[in-house]
T-cell receptor, first 111, second 112 residues
Framework: RKEVEQDPGPFNVPEGATVAFNCTYSNSASQSFFWYRQDCRKEPKLLMSVYSSGNEDGRFTAQLNRASQYISLLIRDSKLSDSATYLCVVNRKTGANNLFFGTGTRLTVIP | GAGVSQSPRYKVAKRGQDVALRCDPISGHVSLFWYQQALGQGPEFLTYFQNEAQLDKSGLPSDRFFAERPEGSVSTLKIQRTQKEDSAVYLC??????????FGPGTRLTVT
């Protein structure tokens, strides 16, 4: 079983729509959680960290449920520029401190 | 300021050739990571350096893969006797020691 599981999509939504992505992680020792954004043929870039209390950054809201080992990302009022692949990422913060990535969920916002 | 840079950006190798991929991390970053991203997949961890010490190489897929960071700054990932399944984007990331990792643009390796 992969460390992080995501629905690969694709999600095709009209401008202005609200879209939600979910992922689950398998290792209960995971301690840090993130959403990264990756544009086509570009490197991953940090979108936001995810905290147990939930956090919001403009149109983006992230939630973490440690009991269910579940992470979500909500995008409100989608823009064309939101089109990208969204990667769910966890870090056990042990050993190498390396990141574990999901396969990514592809979003296309349609005019 | 300058971010993480990688070279070459694209590399085509014939099966059986050796390749060397270079990573220049952000100046002063002690931690350096290599990841492999196959088409349609998320990046997967290969190896980790803290300064010049390679502390974890558990993700390297075979003994054909070798990484070094002799002076604690620039790192090279070497793949010997390349195979078609080595075709992927190789991403380098650096960190000052905190949680955030900054990724380079990657090297896209195609083995024919």
């Amino acid at each position: 079983r992969k460390e992080v599981e995501q629905d690969p999509g694709p999600f095709n939504v009209p401008e202005g729509a609200t879209v939600a992505f979910n992922c689950t992680y398998s290792n209960s020792a995971s301690q840090s959680f993130f959403w990264y954004r990756q544009d086509c043929r570009k490197e991953p870039k940090l979108l936001m960290s995810v905290y147990s209390s939930g956090n919001e950054d403009g149109r983006f809201t992230a939630q973490l449920n440690r009991a269910s080992q579940y992470i979500s990302l909500l995008i409100r009022d989608s823009k064309l520029s939101d089109s990208a692949t969204y990667l769910c990422v966890v870090n056990r913060k042990t050993g190498a401190n390396n990141l574990f990535f999901g396969t990514g969920t592809r979003l296309t916002v349609i005019p | 300021g300058a971010g993480v840079s990688q070279s070459p950006r694209y590399k085509v190798a014939k099966r059986g050739q050796d390749v060397a991929l270079r990573c220049d991390p952000i100046s002063g970053h002690v931690s350096l990571f290599w990841y492999q991203q196959a088409l349609g997949q998320g990046p997967e961890f290969l190896t980790y350096f803290q300064n010049e010490a390679q502390l974890d190489k558990s993700g390297l897929p075979s003994d054909r893969f070798f990484a070094e960071r002799p002076e604690g700054s620039v790192s090279t990932l070497k793949i010997q006797r390349t195979q078609k399944e080595d075709s992927a984007v190789y991403l380098c990331a650096s960190s000052s020691g905190g949680e955030r990792q900054y990724f380079g643009p990657g090297t896209r390796l195609t083995v024919t």
